[in-house]
């Protein structure tokens, strides 16, 4: 019987035993089985599809073994919403570090591990972002553990942000530090040129992304200042937006040359742009709209069609896809006391389709104190100021200014009378048509249309924007950029001085302690500017002589007499200091600065770097401490959060 039961269970031992691995010819006797060899594959993560490669292997690094598996993943989540947690620091360098591991190369039915010096270089300088938001280094990005010496056979994830995967010509080693190569830049060779840009002069510039397109390219801005990456005390913000329109190319082209031009120049010590960039933040963001610019790209330099490319991926216009605050400053117009500044968002506006890249600058614009602006456009060579919509709107073409008409006909100015061929006198030119004008004219009067951001940047921040029609062409043969490169330099600088116009100045209590959003006013102009969280502010104004004043919620107003002579070239200094009141009698200033904005407002919920996740539900946050706040980013996930993000797990 023992016996018997031990035969049996010997029976059962081999029965359960896998089939050897089969030989040639023995694949259809049963006795053997087929070892299934993995395969490489396309990659189709969508926040891995710009990789510099193209398939990948499952399972990966980390025994994912399939698509949907890595996409239900934290790991897979986490370099989705870095770019947002990190505000674009270190990114899209984590993101593709990250697909490295994630969705590692392959090549030959063969997978590739990433450099490990790659990942010591990026975990050196990134871990003090991961630090100031409380957060571990992920585990996956272990670089001992996923990653592999160049003597083994690794591949660079991060080549691509160099320019390695376009192929460029090779330039002589002895060029001058001055030398600009006047070209047209693909997005990866523009990122490239940014980065490096950024790396020479590492210590007055740094990049970052606001946000990304429909298509998943990051929104890059270089930016320069003496402390990059952070706003200082009392120096004003200005920005630079080029390529709104994918197939008006200049514009990106320019700040791509501006970039490199105020690098180089600051190395040699030319003077004027010390001074600008020692007294000024400045941020150029050459594409908003890199995806139009790639079906725009197609058609080849020459093409100056008005259609393919415009639009962005989803075939909105982002001139037009602004919340029409135009309107509601109209209405506003009659009332007695109303201001024309700061008007919220109405909630009918997120009804309609908004494209990434429109929110992405609106979360950019509450998120940086910017004073002045302009948008680079191309199709006409003139200068264009607010309002761009009429205030007849049956009326197509109607002189439509808004309460800072003079100040802003003298930003339009700045720029045209600094480039050589907009000031011509010859009416036989491109741009011909505003020579009786100065080259510059009102928007509405020229043409009107709803949904544009200079509007935008007028009645919902602090901003003060111009467009400049930088040419006819809109995407111009390439021998031509670096005429055009010239004609422009001088007026782009003088355009950025522009920011040290009127006045400037600290509000704040009797204790010295700065006064969040308190209102500066200027007498017989119906639109205020507001502190900055430091309690600094700057007010665009033309010489002259004006009763200012300062107030906020729960202190009293003080108001000075100022006079900016016609020679003063820098912003007058006006600090205030408002004193407490027990009872606020304006009831259009009681509500606090703080609620400026709608108290549902969609756009604070929007991450403009990956897909927006619904906040945690009550009870579903793991035990222990308290969370910290980027915990909610990954409430989808029930019983695979990342505590090993958590420093103290």
Not at 505 to 519: E, L, M, Q, T, Y
């Amino acid at each position: 019987m023992v016996l018997r039961l031990l035969l049996l269970l010997g029976g059962l031992l081999r029965a359960t035993e896998p089939a050897p691995r089969c030989e040639t010819g023995q694949e259809t006797l049963g006795q053997c089985q087929t070892v299934q060899k993995a395969k490489c594959v396309d990659i189709t993560l969508s926040s891995c599809t710009d990789v510099a490669y193209t398939q990948t292997m499952y399972p990966n690094f980390l025994d994912q073994k399939s698509r949907e598996v890595i996409e239900y993943s934290s790991e897979y989540i986490l370099i989705s919403v870095l770019h947002n947690l990190l505000q674009g620091e270190c990114n899209p360098d984590l993101r593709l570090l990250g697909c490295s591991v994630l969705a590692p190369q392959c090549e030959k039915d063969k997978v590739i591990k990433p450099c490990r010096h790659v990942c010591e270089n990026l975990k050196k300088n990134c871990l003090p972002a991961f630090d100031a938001i409380d957060m571990a280094w992920p585990y996956f990005l272990d670089c001992d553990r996923f990653f592999a010496g160049e003597e083994e056979g690794c591949f660079d994830p991060l080549a691509k942000l160099r320019g390695e995967v376009d192929v460029e010509e090779d330039l002589p080693s002895d060029l001058p530090a001055t030398f600009i190569q006047f070209k047209h830049h693909s997005y990866s060779q523009m990122v490239s040129m940014l980065k490096k840009t950024a790396s020479k002069c590492s210590h007055i510039a740094t990049t970052y992304s606001i946000g990304r397109s429909f298509e998943g390219k990051d929104l890059f801005v270089i930016e320069f200042s003496t402390k990059p990456g952070h706003h200082e005390l009392l120096k004003p913000e200005f920005k630079y937006i080029g390529n709104m329109h994918g197939n008006e190319v200049v514009g990106k082209e320019l700040l791509i040359y501006l970039a490199q031009y105020l690098c180089s120049e600051y190395l040699l010590g030319n003077p004027r742009i010390q001074t600008l960039i020692n007294n000024t933040r400045i941020h150029l963001l050459p594409s908003l709209n890199p995806d139009g610019y790639e079906l725009a790209a197609e058609e080849g330099a020459g093409y100056n069609g008005w259609v393919i490319g415009r639009q962005t991926a989803q075939n909105l216009d982002l001139n037009r896809n602004f919340p029409d605050l135009t309107s509601e400053a109209y209405r506003r117009a009659g009332i007695h006391g109303a201001r024309l500044d700061h008007i919220p968002i109405p909630q009918s506006y997120w009804w309609g389709k908004v494209a990434p890249e429109t929110k992405a600058v609106m979360k950019w614009l509450r998120s940086i104190p910017f004073v002045l602006s302009a948008s680079l456009h191309g199709g006409e060579l003139v200068v264009t100021y607010p309002y761009d919509y009429s205030r007849h709107p049956m009326e197509e073409k109607m002189f439509s200014p808004t309460p800072d008409e003079k100040m802003f006909k003298m930003l339009a100015k700045a720029y045209a009378d600094a480039h050589p061929v907009i000031s011509d006198r010859s009416e036989l030119r491109c741009g011909g048509n505003f020579v009786k004008r100065g080259g510059i004219i009102n928007g509405a009067e020229w043409y009107s249309f709803t949904g544009g951001m200079a509007d935008f940047n007028y009645l919902h921040t602090n901003c003060f924007e111009v467009t400049v029609e930088v040419g006819c062409e809109k995407f111009p043969l390439q021998e031509e950029l670096f005429t055009i490169w010239h004609e422009n330099r001088d007026a782009l600088l003088n355009y950025m001085e522009m920011v040290h116009r009127g006045i400037k100045g600290i509000v704040s209590d009797k204790f010295g302690n700065p006064i969040k959003n308190a209102r500066i006013s200027v007498r017989g102009i119906q639109h205020d500017v507001t502190t900055a969280a430091d309690g600094d502010y700057w007010r665009l104004l033309p010489p002259g002589t004006y009763i200012i004043s300062a107030q906020a919620a729960g202190y009293s107003r003080v108001m000075k007499r100022v006079t900016l002579p016609a020679k003063m070239k820098r912003a007058g200094r006006v600090d205030f200091v408002l004193r407490p009141v027990e009872a606020w009698p304006n009831k259009l200033l009681r509500r606090s600065m703080e609620d400026m904005y709608d108290p549902y407002d969609p756009l604070e919920l929007f991450d403009p770097h990956a897909q927006h996740r619904q906040p945690e539900a009550r009870g579903g946050s793991p035990p222990g401490r308290e969370k910290p706040w980027w915990w909610s980013y990954f409430s989808s996930l029930d019983l695979h959060k990342p505590l090993w993000l958590l420093k103290q797990h």
